[in-house]
C-alpha cells in the first residue's frame, strides 16, 4: 500500500493524491480501475451492489438502503467481512427475510458473482459491497450493526507479515464503535497461530468487547463435520474440515 506524502516537482511543497493514502486514513479515495468488473459492478439494477466510494455515502442510514420495502426501524442488520462470492450471506437473507444482510469483500469478481445470485434469488434484504474492510468505520454509523462476522480471515502467517492481520487492537476498537451496545461479532479461523493473535489482541484492545463463546474445535462434537453444509459452514471452512483442521471460533459481544 502506498501512503506516502510526494514532493510537488521543482517546488518542493507536500501534496498528497487521495488514492496513494493509507487505506484507513479518512481522506483515501478509492482509484478507478482497469478490471472490467470495475464497470460491471457499476451496470447492475437498483442497489444490489455497492463499490467503492460510494459505499461511504450511507452511515447511519443503511437500514433504508435495502430494495425490499420492508420499514428499516427494528430490523436487525448483519454485516459479513470478507464475505467471498456470498455464498453464506446468501443463505443467510434468504433464510431471514425479517433482518437485512450486508456482505462485504474487496474482490470485485466475487462480489458481482454474489450480486446476480442475489438479483436472481430476488432477495432485496441483501446488499453487496465492494470495499476495503480496512473502510468499515466510515462506511457505518456508530452502533448501527447487530451483528458482525468475520470468517476466514488471511493469516499471513510469516512473521513479516503478521502486521497485515486484520484483527489487531486497533481494528477491534473501531470496530467495536459501528456494533451497538449487546451486538454481537464472530469470528472463526483454521489458524492456531492467528487465533492466539486474536486473543492477545482482545487483551490489548480497549475493553469493550466481551467474549461470549471461545473454542478451538468448533466441530468436535459433531458426528461427521464433513457432511455440514453452508451457511453452517462456509465455502473455506468446508475444505479446513475435510482437511481435518480444527476450526477455531471466538463470539464477542460489544459491551454496554
Ligand atoms: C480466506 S477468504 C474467506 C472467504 C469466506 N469468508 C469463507 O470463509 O469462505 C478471505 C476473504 O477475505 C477477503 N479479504 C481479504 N482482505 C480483505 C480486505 N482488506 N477487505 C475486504 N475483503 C478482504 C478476500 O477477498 C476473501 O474473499
Redesign the pocket.
Known amino acids: 500500500m502506498c501512503g506516502a506524502l510526494h514532493s510537488a516537482k521543482g517546488k518542493g511543497v507536500k501534496t498528497s493524491s487521495p488514492d496513494r493514502l493509507p ?1 484507513q486514513h479518512p481522506e483515501y479515495r478509492y482509484p478507478a480501475s482497469r478490471n472490467p468488473y470495475f464497470q460491471k459492478l457499476r451496470e447492475l439494477p437498483g442497489r444490489v451492489a455497492i463499490s467503492d466510494q460510494q459505499t461511504e455515502a450511507y452511515p447511519g442510514e443503511w437500514r433504508r438502503q435495502f430494495g425490499d420495502a420492508k420499514p428499516p426501524e427494528g430490523r436487525k442488520l448483519h454485516v ?6 456470498g ?2 450471506t446468501l443463505e443467510w437473507a434468504a433464510r431471514d427475510p425479517e433482518s437485512a444482510y450486508i456482505g ?4 470485485m469478481k ?1 462480489i458481482h458473482r454474489g450480486a446476480e445470485k442475489a438479483l436472481q434469488r430476488k432477495l432485496g434484504n441483501l446488499i453487496f459491497l465492494r ?4 473502510r468499515l468505520p466510515y462506511i457505518f454509523g456508530e452502533g448501527e450493526i447487530d451483528a458482525l462476522y ?5 493469516p499471513w502467517p510469516k512473521k513479516s507479515q503478521r502486521k497485515n492481520r ?1 484483527i489487531n487492537p486497533g481494528n477491534l476498537d473501531r470496530l467495536a464503535r459501528i456494533v451497538r451496545p449487546g451486538g454481537t461479532f464472530h469470528i ?1 479461523t483454521d489458524h492456531p497461530g492467528y487465533f492466539e493473535w486474536m486473543e492477545a489482541s482482545l487483551k490489548e484492545a480497549q475493553p469493550l468487547w466481551d467474549v461470549l463463546e471461545r473454542t478451538a474445535d468448533l466441530h468436535k462434537d459433531h458426528p461427521d463435520p464433513t457432511r455440514l453444509t453452508i451457511p453452517e459452514v ?4 468446508r475444505i479446513f474440515v475435510r482437511e481435518r483442521l480444527p476450526i477455531h471460533s471466538l463470539k464477542l459481544q460489544r459491551r454496554n
Open positions: 487505506i459479513e467481512i470478507g464475505c467471498n462470492g455464498h453464506v462485504l469483500d474487496w474482490k466475487q470495499a476495503h474492510a480496512e468475520l470468517y476466514f480471515p488471511d486484520f472463526k462456509t465455502l473455506f471452512e
